[in-house]
């Protein structure tokens, strides 16, 4: 397949006040792609998403979505020109059904509540969350609440998919049914930007990664490259330095 | 045919027809009027439920598009001899256009500041109402009240000499109402309309555009308050600015919705009737104490915020599962 870029942000900026949150931050995500972008706590990865999905307007820089700037756009336009996205603090409908939050998303395409009905099920299959689907979004498990966040976005029938750590704070089996689950997603055909703070689930689904920290870019390539590169080991280790000295 | 079968639809088809029947039983006039208020704000606060119930948006200003309603028909009867039942649209499209144009300045308030400026624009309504005493040549009557012309009994002009049509016709505005709302909460609107209200930046997200849904959801909620005040103008026949646009309208329909069931499609109905009836006992029992029963009314409020938040609704639910059960089950062994 060509490389045609989906996704491209060319020097965006964001500040906060005195904070530079993202510093000059250029990267593309190609069609097809499963692209990680990393960094230590606090590196503004969770920032990029929102400047992408429209929360936040950028101080400087461009979004191309599909070669159009979406810079400007409100969250339910990014959302209806096929961006979907999770966030790290996931927000169901607390009061409401497992299928009733995912047919919210899925009446993005339709009026009509039966089709609506249907599509959900369908993605509720595909993130295997089929057998909670009467269950109230409140009363979910973690696991269940990270699936049930992802297929509220998936029943958008998004281009790209934002996943904001969807692994953090699962178990190492669920860690790999989660990879399952992006994986199907992926061969279904939509194209992955993850956030991931933990380096080894990253590596083990991205093709690419992009590496912050400090709201700047500091490394891009395959996760093998990457992980060899000093820049990143500094920006981890020192992390770790930082940890251990609290 | 089967389907009536079951008592799922035939204990609602027989509750609509005894309340259709009601009247074949009471005779009396104050008794038929106390229904009609009973009905009445168990409709304003369903109406009120489709903004402040389903969107989740608090608004505390309800009696302007009340007002809205019952001054345009009014006005327009008076003066240029159009019937109520032709005023009744045109009252509730002005309360529709207000809460349309009130809703759209408001539309990124949230929370407290919403019902906040929601009270604002209704105090300043109340106030142009009760300083305006004449709107060219109309005479409107400021804060000594507007009355509208007796004619006896003339259904072409909703005006009647029994209180039954007024009941038939407050029992058919609320069905009609309670149907809307019905389809409403079911369809994608009903959908979006919760989603806002549970988390409004999770709705974004997913192409929801809260900001159209909300002034939708308030300007239909404005368009039925607007209805109900038309009825109201014709049952009382006189219009009072404070009574009618101000906080003891507005509060009186959140305290139903909320005593009900805020977001349920009959819970705010429920309020209502329970309410009122409790509203009237009082009024008759302590006649002394004037405002008793909204201070009534505000105790409650503070015990089921507290206590059941989901409202009253949640009693009916429970004994109507178990009505339905044991019906079901009893026809389970006829059968058999
Ligand atoms: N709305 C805001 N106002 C002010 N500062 C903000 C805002 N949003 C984020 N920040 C700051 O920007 C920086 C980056 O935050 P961000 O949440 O993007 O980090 P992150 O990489 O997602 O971290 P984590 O791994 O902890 O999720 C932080 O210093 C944060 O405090
Ligand atoms: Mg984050």
Redesign the pocket.
């Known amino acids: 397949m060509p490389h045609r870029a989906l996704l491209e942000l060319r020097n965006v900026t964001i500040k906060?006040?005195g904070?530079i949150?993202v510093n000059d931050l250029s990267f593309t995500v190609n069609e097809g792609e499963i692209v990680g972008l990393i960094?230590p706590?606090?590196?503004?990865?969770?920032?990029v998403f929102n400047l992408i999905s429209g929360v936040y307007r950028p101080t400087k820089g461009e979004i191309y979505f599909n070669g159009e700037n979406i810079v400007g756009l409100k969250p339910y336009q990014v959302c209806q020109k096929g961006i979907g996205r999770t966030f790290?603090l996931v927000k169901p409908f607390g009061n409401k059904t497992v299928l009733y939050n995912v047919m919210v998303g899925a009446f993005l395409h339709t009026n009509n509540t039966h089709v609506s009905r249907e599509k959900a099920l369908e993605v509720l299959k595909l993130v295997g969350l089929h057998h909670r689907k009467d269950m109230l979004a409140k009363n979910l498990t973690i696991v269940d609440r990270k699936k049930l966040e992802v297929a509220k976005a998936l029943a958008t029938e998004p281009k790209l998919l934002l996943l904001d750590?969807v692994l953090a704070g699962l178990n190492p089996a669920e860690v790999n049914e989660a990879i399952e689950v992006i994986k199907r997603i992926h061969r279904a055909g939509v194209t992955i930007l993850l956030?991931e703070?933990v380096l080894k689930a990253a590596m083990a689904l991205s093709q690419r990664v992009v590496v912050i920290d400090y709201g700047r870019k500091i490394a891009e390539g395959p996760p093998e490259e990457v992980t060899n590169n000093p820049e990143v080991i500094k920006a981890y280790l020192g992390e770790r330095y930082g940890a251990a000295r609290n | 045919m089967a389907r009536l079968a079951s008592p799922r639809y035939y204990l609602p088809v027989l509750l609509i027809l005894l309340l259709f029947a009601l009247p074949l039983f009471v005779k009396s006039p104050y008794y038929l009027h106390i229904m009609a208020m009973v009905l009445f704000w168990a409709y304003m606060a369903t109406a009120w439920n489709i903004v402040g119930g389903f969107a989740g948006q608090l608004s505390l200003g309800h009696g302007a598009y009340v007002a809205a309603g019952a001054y345009t028909s009014s006005l327009l009867f008076a003066y240029l001899g159009i019937s109520p039942w032709f005023g009744m649209f045109i009252g509730g499209l002005v309360a529709g256009l207000m809460g349309f144009l009130v809703g759209y300045p408001t539309l990124r308030l949230r929370g407290a500041y919403y019902a906040l400026a929601t009270v604002g624009f209704a105090e300043g309504f109340r106030v142009i109402l009760t300083n305006t005493t004449h709107i060219g040549k109309w005479k409107t009557g400021g804060a000594e009240g507007f009355m509208i012309p007796l004619l006896g009994n003339a259904p072409q002009h909703m005006q009647f000499i029994s209180k039954v049509p007024y009941y038939y016709l407050i029992l058919v505005l609320f069905l009609i109402l309670v149907l809307i709302c019905r389809w409403i909460d079911g369809s994608k609107l009903g959908y979006y309309l919760t989603a806002l209200r549970e988390d409004e930046d999770a709705a974004l997200a997913l192409g929801i555009n809260t900001a159209r849904v909300k002034l939708v959801a308030a300007t239909l909620s404005a368009f039925f308050a607007g209805v109900g005040g038309v009825f109201y103008a014709q049952l009382i026949r006189y219009l009072e600015p404070n009574a009618i646009a101000g906080p003891i309208m507005s509060n009186q329909i959140v305290f139903l919705a909320i005593v009900g069931g805020r977001g349920t499609v009959l819970g705010p109905a429920l309020g209502g009737l329970v309410l009122t009836l409790i509203g009237e006992i009082t009024r008759v029992v302590f006649n002394q104490i004037m405002g008793l029963h909204l201070f009534l009314y505000g105790l409650l409020v503070v015990l089921f915020v507290i206590f059941k938040p989901r409202g009253l609704i949640e009693f009916l639910e429970v004994l109507w599962n178990r009505l339905v059960n044991l019906l079901e089950r009893r026809e389970g062994k006829h059968a058999a």
Do not use: D
């Not at chain 1, 706590?41 to 920032?47: D, P, R, S, V, Y």
């Open positions: 906060f006040g904070l949150a960094g706590n606090g590196a503004g990865k969770t920032t790290q750590e956030i703070h």
